[in-house]
C-alpha cells in the first residue's frame, strides 16, 4: 500500500530565512513523487515532481526538493522564503506501476513571518 | 483550455438529501480522480475513473457514495441521504491517461464545498 506522512501540521519560518518542509513515503516500486501547494479556497497547484534522473529537482517559485531513495524522503526547501510562500503544502506519491492513484500527505501549514 | 471545471462551487444541503458534484476534465483527458479534504485529515483519495469504467473506488465509503464518468458529460460524484460528516470539499483532478500527465501529475479543479445543515 501507498502512503505519505508530513510529519508536521505546520512550519514556521522568517522571511528571508531557508525552509524545509519535510516529506517521507512508502511504495511499492519506484515511486512517482510530487509537491502541490494549495491557498485558501482554491484547488491545489503543481510545484515540482520527481520522475527519474536527478535527486534536486527544481520546481516553480524557487522551490526545491531532494529525493532519497535510502531515507525514502522527498523533502521540499527553498533557501529563502517570502511571506507569500505562506499557504498548505502536499507531499504526494504513486507507485509507477499502471492504475494507482496519487496519494497525498496530510498537508503542512507554512507560515512566513515578515 | 479551461482546465478542471467543478460546479458548483459551493453546495448546501439538508441532512437526507442527495448531494450531486460535477466534474468537467481538461479537454483531451480521460482519466479523473476524486479527492476529499477534511480539515484535520488532509487530501483523501476517493476513487479514481476512466470513461465508463470505474478503476479504482478503494477510498469510497461503501454506503450512500457513487461515481460515475459517462461517455459523454462530466463525471459526477453522487452522495445519497447526507450526513453533517460529508461537510468537506471535495477536489476533482484529471489526466490523459493513466498515472498522470508526465510533466504536471494531475491537473485540479478549484473545488465543490460541501456544507450539510
Known amino acids: 500500500a501507498q502512503s505519505v506522512a508530513q510529519p508536521e501540521d505546520q512550519v514556521n519560518v522568517a522571511e528571508g530565512n531557508p525552509l524545509t518542509v519535510k516529506c517521507t513515503y512508502s511504495v511499492s516500486g519506484n515511486p512517482y513523487l510530487f509537491w502541490y501547494v494549495q491557498y485558501p479556497n482554491r484547488g491545489l497547484q503543481f510545484l515540482l515532481k520527481y520522475i527519474t534522473g536527478d535527486n534536486l529537482v527544481k520546481g516553480s517559485y524557487g522551490f526545491e526538493a531532494e529525493f532519497n531513495k535510502s531515507q525514502t524522503s522527498f523533502h521540499l526547501k527553498k533557501p529563502s522564503a517570502l511571506v507569500s510562500d505562506s499557504a498548505l503544502y502536499f507531499c504526494a506519491v504513486r507507485s509507477n506501476q499502471a492504475g494507482t492513484a496519487l496519494i497525498f500527505g496530510k498537508g503542512t501549514t507554512l507560515s512566513v513571518s515578515s | 483550455n479551461a482546465g478542471v471545471m467543478q460546479n458548483p462551487r459551493h453546495l448546501v444541503r439538508r441532512r437526507g438529501q442527495e448531494a450531486r458534484l460535477r466534474c468537467s476534465p481538461m479537454k483531451g483527458h480521460s482519466h479523473v480522480y476524486w479527492y476529499r479534504q477534511l480539515p484535520e485529515e488532509g487530501l483523501k483519495f476517493m476513487v479514481y475513473l476512466q470513461k465508463e469504467n470505474i478503476i479504482d473506488e478503494s477510498g469510497m465509503p461503501k454506503e450512500r457514495f457513487s461515481a460515475e464518468f459517462p461517455k459523454e458529460g462530466p463525471s459526477i460524484l453522487r452522495i445519497q441521504q447526507v450526513v453533517r460528516g460529508d461537510s468537506a470539499a471535495y477536489f476533482c483532478?484529471?489526466?490523459?491517461?493513466?498515472?498522470?500527465?508526465?510533466?504536471?501529475?494531475?491537473?485540479f479543479g478549484s473545488g465543490t464545498r460541501l456544507t450539510v445543515v
Open positions: 483532478a484529471s489526466s490523459p491517461r493513466a498515472g498522470g500527465e508526465a510533466n504536471y501529475g494531475y491537473t
